[in-house]
């Protein structure tokens, strides 16, 4: 039996959802296949989903303080009720700990995120809890050198009031499919695409693990840490300059120290000195992630559904004993608890939204830990650019720009191009 589809969205994560909204709210009959059970069920349900625009980049900020207006106004941008009710965005605020460039300021000032420098005085007055001194270069916990008293003091503190975080990402997706929904979208859950078929150089559907085929002309890659499998199977990887695997991450989760309600004063922070990021986290609790030291291992994972889920003693000493150098009072509690999944990363740490040289077949990959606040602008800079393409634009040679609804800012797609030469000026880590 062949079904047929405008479009076909390979994966139902914040990403795919996304996509799936505003092709729908542009006339496009989409529908996106997930082999898991539910929307946001992949790497999205694990997503720290945190917010802050300190990236390398002025594309980087720009797109993530577009998104910040969509996450702030959610239930406007979503125009439709869900059983379940609305994923929240909490505004904390976000905190930089030691920026690692002199640029920040500068990019940060004419992307137009609003930010303060905090001296030492009012990091203590702000933040009791927190050490006030740099703990670089980041070390492990082996390393004999991670118990020696620091001597500096951070120097180069910033402040974003608007960053924050998403208090549910899988929520925040089950919201953007039934906006989809009502706007016509269908989402088939438990299925799994094995094929991509092809006839020359134009894309034909895919093929179900059931044996089923679903013809559509256009088809999108939107399968997070399998978007390699998947470009694989529609033989296009030969054809990008830059590719995507999958990289193992650990996310753990702490106690506040006794005295301190975090998760009510706690803030996003991310700390370049350690080389983690923190935030609030239900019950009081702090999330640690990390920011990709170089004195970490990387584990890249060579088949997305192969790859050990358990947290690791020694990924978790690493970060909660950075984390406690941040905060000396922490609590560390004997067991390890937090969560193991995967980043879709590309080789600069950029994503990838673009076409292919496939006809037909779209790329929304390669978000390397650092693009769930960007998925609502990601769900609409691939809209405008598939609706370009399918209508004969040369994206190739001339890139789709897009306009900012809220910023005024002009994104050039082309930074996304899948032709691109290595972006050296990416911090070639998850801060993108
Ligand atoms: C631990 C962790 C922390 C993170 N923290 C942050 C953060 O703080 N801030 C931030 O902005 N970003 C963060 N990210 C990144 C962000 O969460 C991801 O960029 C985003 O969720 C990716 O969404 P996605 O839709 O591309 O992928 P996914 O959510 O993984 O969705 C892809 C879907 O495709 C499906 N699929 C794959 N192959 C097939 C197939 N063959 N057939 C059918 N279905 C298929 C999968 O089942 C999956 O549901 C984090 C990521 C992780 C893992």
Not at 140 to 169: A, C, I, Q
Not at 196 to 210: A, F, M, W
Request: charged share 25%; proline share 6%.
């Amino acid at each position: 039996m062949t079904r047929k589809a405008e479009v076909i969205i390979i994966g139902a994560g914040i990403i795919g959802a996304a996509i799936a909204l505003e092709l729908a709210r542009n006339g496009y009959k989409t529908l996106n296949i997930d082999k898991l059970p539910a929307a946001g069920y992949g790497s999205t349900s694990n997503s720290s989903a945190c917010v802050r625009f300190h990236y390398s980049t002025w594309d980087g900020s720009a797109i993530a303080f577009e998104s910040y207006h969509y996450w702030k106004r959610w239930e406007d941008y979503l125009d439709v009720g869900d059983e379940r009710g609305f994923a929240r965005y909490v505004e904390t605020g976000c905190l930089v700990l030691d920026y690692p460039s002199i640029k920040l300021p500068i990019l940060l000032a004419d992307v137009g995120v609003d930010f303060e420098y905090w001296d030492i005085e009012t990091l203590r007055k702000n933040i009791p809890i927190y050490s006030e001194f740099d703990f670089s270069p980041t070390k492990r916990p082996d390393d004999d050198r991670f118990f020696d008293p620091p001597e500096r003091k951070l120097s180069r503190v910033l402040f974003t009031p608007s960053g924050g975080y998403l208090n549910d990402p899988q929520l925040a997706t089950h919201n953007l499919q039934r906006a989809a929904e009502e706007k016509g979208s269908k989402f088939l859950f438990n299925t799994e695409v094995v094929e991509i078929r092809r006839k020359e150089l134009q894309v034909l559907g895919v093929t179900l693990k059931n044996g089923e085929r679903i013809d559509a002309p256009v088809v999108v890659n939107a399968a997070g840490p399998h978007s390699s499998v998947v470009n694989r199977m529609a033989g296009v990887e030969q054809g990008m300059n830059i590719k995507t695997r999958a990289l193992r991450q650990e996310v753990h989760n702490v106690p506040s120290p006794v005295g301190f309600d975090f998760e009510k004063n706690g803030l996003v922070t991310s700390d370049f000195t350690t080389a983690t990021y923190h935030r609030p986290e239900v019950g009081n609790t702090i999330l640690v992630g990390s920011q990709d030291p170089e004195c970490d291992p990387r584990i890249w994972v060579e088949h997305p559904d192969n790859f050990n889920r358990q947290t690791t003693t020694a990924q978790w000493k690493a970060q909660v004993y950075r984390l406690a150098q941040r905060i000396p009072n922490l609590p560390i509690p004997n067991k390890p608890s937090g969560i193991v999944d995967l980043y879709d990363v590309s080789d600069d740490w950029i994503p990838i939204y673009d076409r292919s040289d496939l006809e037909g077949f779209y790329l929304a990959i390669g978000t390397s830990g650092n693009q769930f606040k960007n998925a609502p602008v990601v769900g609409k800079l691939m809209a405008e650019l598939i609706h370009a393409c399918e209508n004969g634009h040369d994206h190739d040679t001339d890139a789709v720009k897009i306009a900012c609804r809220h910023t005024g800012h002009v994104l050039n797609l082309g930074f996304y191009s899948r032709l691109r030469e290595i972006r050296s000026e990416s911090s070639f880590s998850v801060t993108g």
